[in-house]
């Protein structure tokens, strides 16, 4: 397969066969919007075509992985359609056959947290920030929600969710979060040497490898995403906090709570 460059507003597509990358190009944080969520969901879809391509590294422009989904996407008239869009993007990564690697520096924090978790491997430089704040929001990360415990267990993954708390690339990995924290200077030869390791095996076992390892996770990731989507558009948009955490975020004041 011949190499192949492709740029849009919020993101850069590179594929030399077998490797395909993504880069995160919305500065300066990488946050992503629904014209980031349009483009990935194209640009995954044409990569996962090409039967050449064996691994997708997914990384963020700048000083950031991302900083995660626009809060102004959470917004009562857009967020059904934003939430629609991530949730294909989720389901697409971890259904692909392709071996996705997350490069992670600077700000990994919600959605952006969530793509990189729900990548087959996330290598992080130790200064990193990793965290899901959707709660300071009064909103919930359904699919951190979903897979976060399994692969930090339940406690971690209250505390993390519930608190909002942001942690850094060395605890990422220490709990479970990434698979290797290095010195920020080390992370492109860390991901490299990766790359370098999976192209030595045989694509159609890494495909098959992955496939029977989710097997399990996979289809109740299918049915815990599912209800988590249910619970966020049947019962949180229906409270007056959650519409109150994004207005007092959008408009930069403290939130008034009514716990309703």
Not at 76 to 94: A, K, Q, S, T
Not at 155 to 172: D, F, P, Q
Request: glycine residues 6%; charged residues 20%.
């Amino acid at each position: 397969m011949n190499p192949t460059t492709t740029s849009n507003s919020r993101l850069a597509a590179a594929v030399t066969a077998p490797v395909a990358r993504i880069t995160l190009e919305h500065a300066p944080l990488n946050v992503i919007d629904i014209a980031m969520l349009d483009e990935l969901i194209g640009t995954l879809a044409e990569i996962e075509s090409h039967t050449a391509v064996t691994v997708i590294v997914i990384s963020g422009s700048g000083k950031a992985f991302s900083a995660g989904v626009d809060v102004a996407a959470h917004a009562p008239n857009v967020v059904d359609e934003m939430l629609g869009r991530f949730h294909l993007i989720i389901r697409n990564l971890v259904s692909s056959k392709k071996v996705t690697i997350a490069q992670v520096h600077g700000h990994c924090l919600g959605g952006g947290a969530e793509l990189a978790m729900v990548c087959d491997l996330a290598y992080t430089t130790e200064s990193a920030q990793w965290g899901f704040p959707e709660i300071k929001l009064a909103c919930y990360p359904p699919v951190a929600c979903t897979a976060l415990s399994a692969l930090v267990g339940q406690k971690r993954a209250a505390e993390l969710i519930l608190t909002g708390r942001t942690i850094t690339g060395c605890e990422a990995a220490e709990i479970g979060l990434a698979t290797r924290a290095v010195p920020d200077g080390e992370l492109s030869s860390i991901v490299e040497d990766s790359v370098q390791r999976l192209l030595k095996c045989s694509s159609a076992a890494l495909a098959l490898a992955k496939k029977s390892s989710y097997a399990w996770d996979s289809m109740h990731f299918d049915k815990g995403l599912a209800r988590a989507e249910k619970i966020y558009f049947e019962e949180l948009l229906k409270t007056f906090d959650v519409h109150e955490g994004v207005a007092a975020f959008l408009e930069k004041r403290e939130p008034k709570w009514k716990g309703k």
